[in-house]
């Protein structure tokens, strides 16, 4: 079971890049590195998704080293709006278990 | 499409009564998911199915029970709430597996006193 380690909280100010890391030392080889995002009152929200190297879509960027053992969420220019906690998951497809364990998070804090 | 919907949003239950509750996706999802969420904690998964008229135990399934009898509908049961179940119920589900994206519904608050 790979657990993930994630900092319980950051600050950050509006149009900043903000880089949120991921610990997970045992990853093992069939496993994927996803992260969610969720507001207050509300159900988490897919960010993205990655294997290996570096992944990017629309909101955010994932890297990922070549050893695996830790990630990092990239978010670019934050608002206020990307004020919510963010979940690192870790886990094999295969695996219910693994795959849908949320930690504890990181509850961003973006200010004016 | 309305995605995933949960039924009811908010319900107050006493100690022993028992309640189902509704989630249900029109997006054709194999797979669907309940979660618990509570104050301050990340959601721990209590049951899941991986397709119609299947369940399995998630984390923290004791004192809950789920029935998927047909494909967009996953119930999750309390048949005897306890105060320790005053919590956010959310539902997920994902297109055809664990490493696909899940989209979650709204929540259900349930305070059992």
């Known amino acids: 079971l790979a657990k993930t380690t994630q900092p319980i909280s950051m600050d950050s100010y509006e149009g900043q890049e903000v880089n949120i890391t991921c610990s997970h030392n045992n990853i093992a080889t069939n496993d994927y590195i996803t992260w969610y995002q969720q507001f207050p009152s509300q159900g988490p929200r897919f960010i993205i998704q990655?294997?290996?190297t570096k992944v990017t879509n629309e909101v955010a960027s994932l890297f990922i080293p070549a050893d695996r053992k830790s990630s990092t969420l990239s978010l670019p220019r934050v608002s206020l709006s990307d004020t919510a906690v963010y979940y690192c998951?870790?886990?094999?497809?295969?695996?219910?278990?693994?795959?849908?364990?949320f930690g504890g998070g990181t509850r961003l804090m973006v200010k004016p | 499409n309305a995605g995933v919907t949960q039924t009811p949003k908010f319900r107050v239950l006493k100690t022993g009564q028992s309640m189902t509750l509704l989630c249900a996706q029109d997006?054709?999802?194999?797979?669907m998911y309940w979660y618990r969420q509570d104050p301050g904690m990340g959601l721990r998964l209590i049951h899941y199915s991986v397709g119609e008229g299947t369940t399995a135990k998630g984390e923290v399934p004791d004192g809950y029970n789920v029935s998927r009898l047909k494909k967009q509908n996953f119930l999750l049961g309390l048949e005897s709430a306890a105060p320790s179940q005053t919590s956010v119920y959310f539902c997920?589900?994902?297109?055809?597996?664990?490493?696909?994206?899940?989209?979650f519904g709204p929540g259900t608050r349930l305070l059992v006193l």
């Open positions: 998951l870790v886990g094999d497809i295969s695996n219910a278990g693994n795959m849908l364990t």
């Open positions: 997006m054709n999802h194999e797979y």
């Open positions: 997920a589900s994902s297109y055809d597996g664990f490493q696909e994206t899940q989209y």
């Open positions: 990655g294997y290996k």
